[in-house]
C-alpha cells in the first residue's frame, strides 16, 4: 500500500471513530453515573431528565439447565430425546431513553435503560 493511502485508511478510521462516541459513564456535576446503574440512582445524582420515552420492547430468550445435572454428561438411551430439566425463559424487557443537556457548547447525553438498567451513553448533537 503507499504512503498516500495508509494516510487516508487511517483518517478514515479516525474519522469513523469519532462518529460513534458511545462512554460508559456521565458526571453530574461532581457525581458519576456509570452503565450498570439503576433509574433510580441516576434520577437521585442527575435530576429529572429534560426527556424520558419508551423506545421499544427487547425479547430476551434464556435455556438454562436448573442444576440437577448435565445434560450433556448423562448417557442417553434415545439421542435425538430432549435433555432433563432445561427449560427456556422469554421475556420482554421495556427499552426506556433519557436525554439530559449538561449546559452549552456541551454533547446532549442520551441515556439508554432496558427496565431499570442504565446499560448505554450516546453522545448526541451539541447543544
Known sequence: MHRRQKGMLAAALVGLG???ANADSMRCGSYLVNTGDSQSRVLELCGEP???WQDGFIEETV???EGYYDPSTTPRPYPNAPGGYEREVRRVIPVYKWTYSL???TFLQILV???DTLVGI???PRQ
Do not use: C, D, K, W
Open 63 to 65: 435455556r438454562r439447565n
Open 122 to 124: 450516546i453522545n448526541g
Open 103 to 105: 449546559g452549552r457548547g
Open 50 to 52: 429534560q426527556q424520558a
Open 113 to 115: 435503560f432496558h427496565s
Open 18 to 20: 469519532l462518529t460513534t
